[in-house]
Antibody, heavy 118, light 111 residues
Framework: QVQLVESGGGVVQPGGSLRLSCAAS????????MHWVRQAPGKGLEWVAF????????YYADSVKGRFTISRDNSKNSLYLQMNSLRAEDTAIYYC???????????WGQGTLVTVSS | QSALTQPASVSGSPGQSITISCTGT?????????VSWYQQYPGKVPQPLIY???NRPSGVSNRFSGSKSGNTASLTISGLQVEDEADYYC???????????FGTGTKVTVL
């Protein structure tokens, strides 16, 4: 079955950087677009970024554009999110998620917590 | 970019039907049949309920159904059960540089 396992979360100071990783298994990773979605404590879901399966086109929410970079390594079945210039409002659980090919999300990872605090 | 608009809360008694609305624009909900819905229990990962407005993934109860009219999509839960008490989110493809958007979320309470 499809498994998505995030890592790399932690506590970082405002203005700092962090790189999240997502290891995928149980699927032909290179065939699917992948998302990052986040959820601040006690708040709703927010779509963050998307990368297409092989054309490497990337899309971002306005709230992170210019600060976050999504990337993938199909040879390693891995998805990444490089987060720079972090702000307190970036504090959230970050989920790696697989695109269902109907512009939906059909699998989610368990999430990794990022806390931006001094 | 702004989130899709959902009611903050909806409630109903066991056995009743409730409907959660999700209002967007012609650039998202109204322009494409790419609306999906997710159920999330506190502290848990969201789970898919509906994709492409009306379709249920394998294993999802047929008590959950989706529809759309104009710029508003809806999720209906029939025969409401205690286990349906959770948060629900709509999600849509959007024709902008930010390609996707979630709804604001609705907390369902079973009275």
């Amino acid at each position: 079955q499809v498994q998505l396992v995030e890592s790399g979360g932690g506590v970082v100071q405002p203005g700092g950087s962090l790189r999240l990783s997502c290891a995928a298994s149980g699927l032909t990773f290179s065939n699917y677009g992948m998302h990052w979605v986040r959820q601040a404590p006690g708040k709703g879901l927010e779509w963050v970024a998307f990368v297409r399966s092989s054309r490497n086109d990337k899309y971002y929410a306005d709230s992170v554009k210019g600060r976050f970079t999504i990337s993938r390594d199909n040879s390693k079945n891995s998805l990444y999110l490089q987060m720079n210039s972090l702000r307190a409002e970036d504090t959230a659980i970050y989920y790696c998620a697989k695109d269902g090919s109907k512009w939906d999300i059909d699998y989610w990872g368990q999430g990794t917590l990022v806390t931006v605090s001094s | 970019q702004s989130a899709l608009t959902q009611p903050a809360s909806v409630s109903g008694s066991p056995g009743q039907s409730i409907t959660i609305s999700c209002t967007g624009t012609t650039s998202d909900v109204g322009g494409y049949n790419y609306v999906s819905w997710y159920q999330q229990y506190p502290g848990k990962v969201p789970q898919p309920l509906i994709y492409e407005v009306t379709n249920r993934p394998s294993g999802v109860s047929n008590r959950f159904s989706g529809s759309k009219s104009g710029n508003t999509a809806s999720l209906t839960i029939s025969g409401l059960q205690v286990e349906d008490e959770a948060d629900y989110y709509c999600y849509s493809y959007r024709s902008s540089s930010a390609l996707f958007v979630f709804g604001t979320g609705t907390k369902v309470t079973v009275l």
